[in-house]
């Protein structure tokens, strides 16, 4: 257990929807990382956060919105969804805000979309 | 931007051989190379990490080179286990792009 929490776990919704993915970091750390991983593809970075302000910008799309809350936790939302957008979607924290710490992985939420 | 390229995509190895799986990167500037495994399923976990200031880095039966000259590294597992089986990726970190992740390799260890 990396300590890292995602909710939830599954989400099954039709094209064209809304849906928010949450994301807990591990305590102590304040930054956090989304990544996307569709089936037998690797891992692409999405956005990071660090101490509620956005700190760098992948490849994510305009119709995803990400935001880190006073307490750290972090949202990622994903807004008319096609299907391709369905996904493996990990978060990660790591304790600094520069990319070159560990990075903690949580279980990940698998998104399918209909 | 970044471009990573991690070669072989899947590697089949016989249980007691070694596996080395290699990634190129394009961004001088880059000066963090972890190493995750993925095992199915499951969340990617860092086995391995290694600094531009370092050539080489070796946990047990892992070890990691780093040439930037020539701008590759490379994963080297020994003694393999079965346990080994999974995916294995690299990542590269500190240039242009924030962090960018290699395609993956499927490593199967056969008992």
Do not use: M
């Not at chain 1, 929807?17 to 569709?38: A, F, I, K, N």
């Not at chain 2, 039966?61 to 000259?69: C, D």
């Not at chain 2, 080297?76 to 242009?96: K, L």
């Amino acid at each position: 257990d990396s300590g890292v929490t995602q909710t939830p776990k599954h989400l099954i919704t039709a094209t064209g929807q809304r849906v928010t993915l949450r994301c807990s970091p591990r305590s102590g750390d304040l930054s956090v990382y989304w990544y996307q991983q569709s089936l037998d593809q690797g891992l692409q970075f999405l956005i990071q956060y660090y101490n509620g302000e956005e700190r760098a910008k992948g490849n994510i799309l305009e119709r995803f919105s990400a935001q880190q809350f006073p307490d750290l936790h972090s949202e990622l939302n994903l807004s008319s969804l096609e299907l391709g957008d369905s996904a493996l979607y990990f978060c990660a924290s790591s304790v600094g805000a520069s990319e070159n710490y560990e990075q903690y992985f949580g279980p990940g939420t698998r998104l399918t979309v209909t | 931007g970044e471009n990573v390229e991690q070669h072989p995509s899947t590697l089949s190895v016989q249980e007691g051989d070694s596996a080395v799986i290699k990634c190129t990167y394009s961004d001088s500037a880059s000066n963090y190379f972890p190493w995750y495994k993925q095992e199915l399923g499951k969340r990617p976990q860092l086995i391995i990490d290694i600094r531009s200031n370092v050539g080489e880095k070796k946990d047990q039966r892992i070890a990691v080179t780093l040439n930037k000259t020539a701008k590759h590294f490379s994963l080297h597992i020994t003694e393999t286990q079965p346990e080994d089986s999974a995916v294995y990726f690299c990542a590269v970190s500190g240039g242009y792009q924030k962090v960018t992740f290699g395609t993956g390799t499927k490593l199967q260890v056969i008992p």
